[in-house]
């Protein structure tokens, strides 16, 4: 049994398989892959493309999705070890993941972190505890990292480009009005560096910096791969070398859990939106991002309307990487 929680625990020609086959799936979108297989879906933040393409995905390969969201349309659940369940939760994650593994053949999480202590959300504590106590395989639908995403943003690529080898790569930071979750941003570091690819990382200043575990392990995937990963506070010169711009909003994470000073510290920095001009300073790159976006708030009309903006084919591309990861796992 193998679980799809991470890339990084996957080798880049594992993930490439699973790309090639989702090629396959694209061109022949009903199979029964999945006849006999039921997947249970549990949400605990709003979803659009990652349902939709989950649920499509799975009845495609004649699977039974089965759609949940704990303290909602389910009994809220607790993920704390050896506590006093006399709070809101109604069930521990011991019992729900055996009694799903019982009925399931797949388990698929999405659980945003509470955005209250790093400390404590970089451990992702609730698709883990589904890891550990499920009998059947976990699929990561988005918690401190999103690879569903990461998968779909190289199938994209690669169907634009070929292969990826030594392409320049830029995860650049947008504005946004709110802090927002670091998990795009650290699947970008995660994927883009085992492809092969010279990684640049631009924020506004140090205090966006993401995770050491994701630059460390940006830099060590670089490193194998013979290729640079480098850190930029300068827009002009970070855009200038780009062949890809994958632009994300986050929270920085000096300012976790104190919402006021993440917007202050935020609108500081308007001036980060993606717009013509800055891509006028690239190679003639492509721009994407994962979606949902505010226009002209992150990137400008002109950007999104452009012909070298790839983000409606990427979300496109979810519903393909993830039958094919349903498919392997499986």
């Given at each position: 049994m193998k679980n799809f929680i991470t890339t990084q625990n996957w080798s880049r020609s594992e993930l490439q398989d699973i790309l090639d086959f989702a090629i396959k799936l694209k061109n022949k979108p009903h199979q029964p892959l999945l006849k006999d297989k039921s997947i249970?879906?549990?949400f605990f933040n709003p979803s659009l493309r990652t349902k939709t393409s989950f649920?499509?995905?799975?009845n495609e390969l004649s699977g039974t999705a089965v759609i949940l969201q704990p303290g909602k349309d389910a009994w809220p659940i607790e993920f704390g070890e050896n506590i006093v369940m006399d709070g809101e939760s109604e069930e521990h994650v011991k019992e729900v993941a055996q009694v799903l593994s019982s009925y399931c053949d797949c388990i698929a999480i999405r659980a945003f972190p509470k955005f209250v202590d790093w400390d404590h959300d970089r451990t992702d504590s609730?698709?883990?505890g589904f890891a550990k106590y499920s009998s059947v395989p976990v699929v990561n639908m988005e918690t401190i990292e999103h690879p569903c995403q990461e998968l779909a943003h190289i199938l994209t690529l690669q169907e634009h480009y070929g292969d990826l080898t030594g392409k320049d790569y830029l995860l650049t930071w947008t504005y946004h009005p709110k802090p927002l979750n670091t998990a795009v941003a650290n699947s970008s570091l995660l994927i883009a560096s085992k492809f092969g690819m010279n990684v640049s990382l631009l924020c506004p200043?140090?205090?966006y910096l993401l995770d050491d575990r994701y630059i460390e392990a940006a830099r060590e995937n670089c490193a194998l791969g013979g290729t640079s990963f480098d850190i930029s506070y300068d827009i002009d010169t970070a855009y200038s070398n780009a062949e890809i711009v994958y632009a994300k909003s986050w929270g920085c994470l000096s300012f976790y859990g104190n919402t006021d000073k993440q917007i202050a510290s935020n609108n500081q920095y308007k001036h980060f939106i993606v717009d013509e001009a800055?891509?006028?300073l690239t190679k003639n790159a492509v721009f994407s991002h994962c979606l949902p976006l505010r226009r002209n708030v992150k990137a400008t009309d002109a950007v999104?309307?452009?012909d070298y903006c790839l983000a409606v084919k990427e979300a496109a591309n979810?519903?393909?990487?993830q039958k094919s990861i349903l498919s392997k796992i499986l």
């Amino acid at each position: 049994m193998k679980n799809f929680i991470t890339t990084q625990n996957w080798s880049r020609s594992e993930l490439q398989d699973i790309l090639d086959f989702a090629i396959k799936l694209k061109n022949k979108p009903h199979q029964p892959l999945l006849k006999d297989k039921s997947i249970a879906m549990l949400f605990f933040n709003p979803s659009l493309r990652t349902k939709t393409s989950f649920e499509v995905g799975i009845n495609e390969l004649s699977g039974t999705a089965v759609i949940l969201q704990p303290g909602k349309d389910a009994w809220p659940i607790e993920f704390g070890e050896n506590i006093v369940m006399d709070g809101e939760s109604e069930e521990h994650v011991k019992e729900v993941a055996q009694v799903l593994s019982s009925y399931c053949d797949c388990i698929a999480i999405r659980a945003f972190p509470k955005f209250v202590d790093w400390d404590h959300d970089r451990t992702d504590s609730v698709i883990k505890g589904f890891a550990k106590y499920s009998s059947v395989p976990v699929v990561n639908m988005e918690t401190i990292e999103h690879p569903c995403q990461e998968l779909a943003h190289i199938l994209t690529l690669q169907e634009h480009y070929g292969d990826l080898t030594g392409k320049d790569y830029l995860l650049t930071w947008t504005y946004h009005p709110k802090p927002l979750n670091t998990a795009v941003a650290n699947s970008s570091l995660l994927i883009a560096s085992k492809f092969g690819m010279n990684v640049s990382l631009l924020c506004p200043s140090e205090d966006y910096l993401l995770d050491d575990r994701y630059i460390e392990a940006a830099r060590e995937n670089c490193a194998l791969g013979g290729t640079s990963f480098d850190i930029s506070y300068d827009i002009d010169t970070a855009y200038s070398n780009a062949e890809i711009v994958y632009a994300k909003s986050w929270g920085c994470l000096s300012f976790y859990g104190n919402t006021d000073k993440q917007i202050a510290s935020n609108n500081q920095y308007k001036h980060f939106i993606v717009d013509e001009a800055k891509m006028s300073l690239t190679k003639n790159a492509v721009f994407s991002h994962c979606l949902p976006l505010r226009r002209n708030v992150k990137a400008t009309d002109a950007v999104m309307d452009a012909d070298y903006c790839l983000a409606v084919k990427e979300a496109a591309n979810r519903k393909h990487v993830q039958k094919s990861i349903l498919s392997k796992i499986l």
